[in-house]
T-cell receptor, first 110, second 113 residues
């Protein structure tokens, strides 16, 4: 158990819908990262927050957004969902240079 | 830009045999390098990491990896594989600015009895 929690574990929704994925980092970790794992793209970095501020951005679509709250938990919002958004979404947290990953949220878009 | 190549998509090894997984990276400076393991239906677990110093690093579960700057490689090894080592293994390089990780495509390891 890494200490990073993600909810929900599974999410099934329809195209065009909007969903929110939640991540609680390890106690004391200020950084939160989001990654997407899909069969065709592999594991891709989406976005990083540090103590509430956006720190780095990767291959994140404009339909996706994220935020980190004062209690350091983070949410990833995915809107106007498409079939291709079906993937495993991981959150990771870190204090410094080593990231610890949560169990992931499996999103299925039908 | 940073990138990682894992040349082997799938490796099959007998239980008790040795295992070596290859990883080549591209990064402009001294990289942060990691190996993670993902068991079916699970998240990513950190096996080991290299930042600096001794180029042979020890990790959990009996794994080790060797950093070779001249070959831009960070290969993972285990002397004797157990059935529970069947999983997917990811090599990653981390940015020294913001620590974001770039992952290889992964190597799936199958262990046969």
């Amino acid at each position: 158990d890494s200490g990073v929690t993600q909810t929900p574990k599974h999410l099934i929704t329809a195209t065009g819908q909007r969903v929110t994925l939640r991540c609680s980092p390890r106690s004391g970790d200020l950084s939160v990262y989001w990654y997407q794992q899909s069969l065709d793209q592999g594991l891709q970095f989406l976005i990083q927050y540090y103590n509430g501020e956006e720190r780095a951005k990767g291959n994140i679509l404009e339909r996706f957004s994220a935020q980190q709250f004062p209690d350091l938990h983070s949410e990833l919002n995915l809107s106007s969902l498409e079939l291709g958004d079906s993937a495993l979404y991981f959150c990771a947290s870190s204090w410094g240079d080593t990231q610890y990953f949560g169990p992931g949220t499996r999103l299925t878009v039908l | 830009a940073q990138s990682v190549t894992q040349p082997d998509i799938h490796i099959t090894v007998s239980e008790g045999a040795s295992l070596e997984l290859r990883c080549n990276y591209s990064y402009g400076a001294t990289p942060y390098l990691f190996w993670y393991v993902q068991s079916p239906g699970q998240g990513l677990q950190l096996l080991l990491k290299y930042f600096s110093g001794d180029t042979l690093v020890q990790g959990i579960k009996g794994f080790e990896a060797e950093f070779k700057r001249s070959q831009s490689s960070f290969n993972l090894r285990k002397p004797s594989v157990h059935w529970s080592d069947a999983a997917e293994y990811f090599c990653a390089v981390g940015s020294t600015n913001d620590y974001k990780l770039s992952f290889g495509a992964g190597t799936t390891v199958t262990v046969r009895a």
